[in-house]
């Protein structure tokens, strides 16, 4: 499924490509994605819950945009993202005696994007509107180590990983610097709904989680115009 839709989004790009002339741009940068993590768990025998946990993650984008007039474009890029939800560590420590434990979540997002484009303001510096979407693949890696005095070490191991479709709406503003080269600031906000095809480490599939994630984007990057 994931290979069919990013060859779908890569077939209108080239067919747009063949029956418009215009100009062409590549872009990137660092990006910063503030997200709303949220689990839904449901259990059976009426256990169920859902957790929320926002979490800030840095990451880059690279990019390509082709203007088919001065005013209207389609972008295409690859995003990459990751950070961290929880992560805590304790520690005891007397003359005799030693405890520490330690644990961590680590989110992971990328995926290729296509946005259509529409410039509204040229002077003095332009102002691009854009929406789109893109098929992202999400993964949560959990890590747990506990050591204490006179016990046997334990550590722990997982991974949830998925894909899914996703929204966004965003903003660039582009400065010139000269003809080719511009500085690039945007922001956008990105929308998951029920990350699909969950598994875990070892393959097998969840079917009693299902996962959602939203959040602003932010970016600083660089811009080259052929």
Avoid: C
């Amino acid at each position: 499924m994931a290979k069919k839709s990013i060859g779908i989004m890569i077939a209108i790009l080239l067919f747009a490509f063949s029956i418009f002339a215009g100009s062409f741009e590549i872009g990137g940068g660092i990006t910063y994605d503030q997200f709303s993590h949220v689990i839904s768990a449901d259990l059976g025998n009426d256990i169920s819950g859902e957790f929320k946990t926002p979490y800030d993650a840095l990451g880059f984008n690279i990019n390509g945009t082709y203007w088919f007039t001065e005013k209207m474009g389609v972008e295409a890029g690859f995003d990459f993202s990751k950070g961290t939800i929880n992560e805590n560590e304790q520690t005891e420590e007397t003359t005799n005696y030693t405890y520490f434990n330690s644990y961590k979540e680590t989110s992971q997002l990328m995926g290729p994007s296509a946005n259509f484009k529409y410039r509204v303001l040229q002077s003095p510096v332009a102002l691009d509107l854009k929406v789109g979407g893109g098929y992202y693949f999400y993964s949560l890696s959990i890590e747990e180590k506990t050591e204490e005095t006179g016990e046997q070490d334990y550590s722990y191991s997982d991974e949830i990983s998925g894909s899914s479709f996703g929204m966004f709406i965003g903003a660039d503003i582009v400065n010139p610097i000269n003809d080719k080269l511009s500085m690039t600031a945007n922001v956008g906000y990105k929308l998951f709904t029920n990350v699909s095809n969950l598994e875990d480490k070892d393959g097998n599939k969840i079917k009693d989680i299902t996962l959602s994630l939203n959040g602003l984007k932010l970016g600083l990057g660089v811009a080259y115009s052929f």
